[in-house]
């Protein structure tokens, strides 16, 4: 069997397929606002925002994995999946310390993703593809490189508010402390499989289209772009790769307390945009 994850705006949904069949065999969503609703958000993210802020909180997305996995696991023989893949929402960042990785690696199947995790978070909310509040830092960004026809040319856009590049610039100008101290900054595509993978992972070509920063000629980070976004930025990206990347066998957190194979592998998620286009045939 194989298992692919979305992590959307509102909900964290899990479909099983049949490969040799092609029949969907599971299928399960966890909403956030009716099943998380401790949180305070019952479309996805935390209403109120200033000046055009629309941020999430990450730890929601923590807990949604444990509690999709637990309903799941009862429905279903968590032993057969072989393949783990998946989307997130486009332009939402993570921003985490150095104890990221080492909380990855030791997870302990006694105790839950968000007790063990949560520590390691900078930021403690995440912007999101609704926040319209970085126009300044698109302007900056802009004049830094030259004109909005040099940012397209490079990243495939002009700079756009909610991409993750002039979001990473508002944050590094409002806390430069907390940016000083991210290691890591992650999409929530990549957060999510690194979460799953049980280590941090790199970012995928299509999700990391939609940032302001990668370099759509040779599908690497662009220095011109990150020099214009915010200081030591190279250190704190996961490299680009391809989409179809196999990271590697799932976290054994994941096998403890789930029951899956430890042959179980993981691929790099993508966007969900991107992987919309996928579903429909667009490739």
Partial sequence: MYLGLDSSTQSLSAIVIDPTSGEVTCQLSINFGIDLPQYQAPSGFIAGGIVGEVHANPQMWLEALDLLFNRLAKITDLSKIKVISGSGQQHGSIYLDSS???????????????????????????????????????????????????????????????????????????????????????????????????KSVSIDFG???????????????????????APDLTEKLPSPASTTTIQGKISSYFVRKYGFSESCRCTLFTGDNPASLVGMGAT
């Avoid at 590094?172 to 402390?177: D, L």
């Avoid at 999700?207 to 976004?229: Q, R, S, V, Y």
Wanted: aromatic share 8%; proline share 3%.
């Fill in 100 to 198: 990221f990785s080492v909380r990855l690696a030791k997870l302990d199947s006694n105790k839950n993703l968000l007790e063990q995790l949560s520590p390691a978070f900078t930021r403690v909310t995440s912007p999101i593809w609704m926040d319209t509040s970085t126009g300044a830092e698109c302007a900056e960004i802009t004049a830094s490189i030259g004109d909005s026809h040099e940012v397209c040319s490079r990243s495939g856009s002009i700079a756009i508010e909610r991409f993750t590049g002039p979001q990473i610039r508002r944050f590094y100008k409002t806390a430069p402390n907390d940016y000083q101290r991210t290691c890591h900054i992650h999409l929530v595509s990549s957060f999510i499989a690194s979460v799953i993978a049980g």
């Fill in 207 to 229: 999700d990391g289209a939609g940032m302001n920063l990668l370099n759509l000629t040779d599908l690497t980070w662009d220095e011109k772009l990150l020099a214009a976004t």
